[in-house]
C-alpha cells in the first residue's frame, strides 16, 4: 500500500452541503485533505477516503473496483439482527465477560474498534466504557452512536437503553488511560475487554473485503502486548482478550482458561472470583 508514498493515504469527502461546516471541523481535527462533493471511485489523490454525506460517516476504498464503505450501524444490519436473533447471555463473549442472571459487569472496552462487541455486551445489560486511539476509528464509531440515539425510534426504548449504557470516551491510547473519578467513581471496572488487531488477519478468506480498508488504516497493533499489564491494572474481577484461534497468548501469559470458537478464542484472565 505504501506504494503510494507521494499520496495521502487518506481523504477527507464531503458530499453534503448541509455538513460543509462539520466536514471542515474534521479535515482540520483529523488532519485530511477536505475534497468536496467527489466520487470516491474517481479519485485517485488518495487510496481510501472518510466520506461525509447524508448518512453520516463512511470509510471508503477509492476507485472502480473498490469494496464497498465501512459504516458504523447500530439500527440495521447484522448488529442489529444479532441484538434481535442473537444467542444472549450463552454467547461466547457474554460467558467470557462472565455475564450470568443478575451479574452484569461494568466493563471497559479497551479496544473498540466498531464498536460491534461493545453493543452485544450493551445489549446484554453491561455498562460500557469505549476507549479507541485511531481518531478515524474514534470519528467512525461516535458518529454511529450519535446517529442511533438521533434515529432510535420512540417505540425502541430497549435500544434507547442500550446507547446510553454505552460510553464512548475520548480519543486515547488505552496503554496510558486515565479515568477520572468521574468516569469511574470505584476506581475500576469489573471487566476489562480486549480485541487487538492482529498481524495477518486482514489476510485470512473470512475478512470482508470492506475490511481491508479499516485494517490499512488501523495496522495490526504490534504493540497489543503492553495493553494487557494496564488491563489487569484496571479490571476488578477478569481481563478477557479475544484472539484468532491459533494465536498465541498476548504477552506471551497464558490465561486462567480458554473459551474456543470456531474461528477465535477467548482468554480469560482472572482476578477475583466474580459473584
Ligand atoms: C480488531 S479492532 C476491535 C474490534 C471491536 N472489538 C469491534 O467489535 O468492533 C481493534 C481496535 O483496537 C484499537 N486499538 C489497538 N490498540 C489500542 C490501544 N493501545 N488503545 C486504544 N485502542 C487500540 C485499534 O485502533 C482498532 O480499532
Redesign the pocket.
Known sequence: MNSHIDKPLLSLVCNSIDKTALGIELSQKLQLPLLEDANPKFIESSEFVLLLDGKGLALQQTGRKAPGEIRVDFISGSVDHRRKQGGGKGQMIAKACGLKAGALPKILD?????????FVLASLGCEMLL????PI?HALLSDGLARAADSVRWDDVELAEILARMTLLGNS???QLCLTREQLPEGKVDVVYL???FPGRDKSADVKKEMRAFHAI?GA?L??AD?LPQALRLAEYRVVVKRPRKAPFLNELAPNFQLLGKSSRYDIYTLKKMS
Not at 479497551?110 to 461493545?118: R, S, Y
Not at 476507549?131 to 485511531?134: G, Q
Open positions: 479497551m479496544t473498540a474498534g466498531l464498536g460491534k462487541d461493545a476507549n479507541e486511539r485511531s476509528v491510547d488505552s496503554r480485541d487487538p488487531m488501523v497493533d504493540d497489543a495493553l
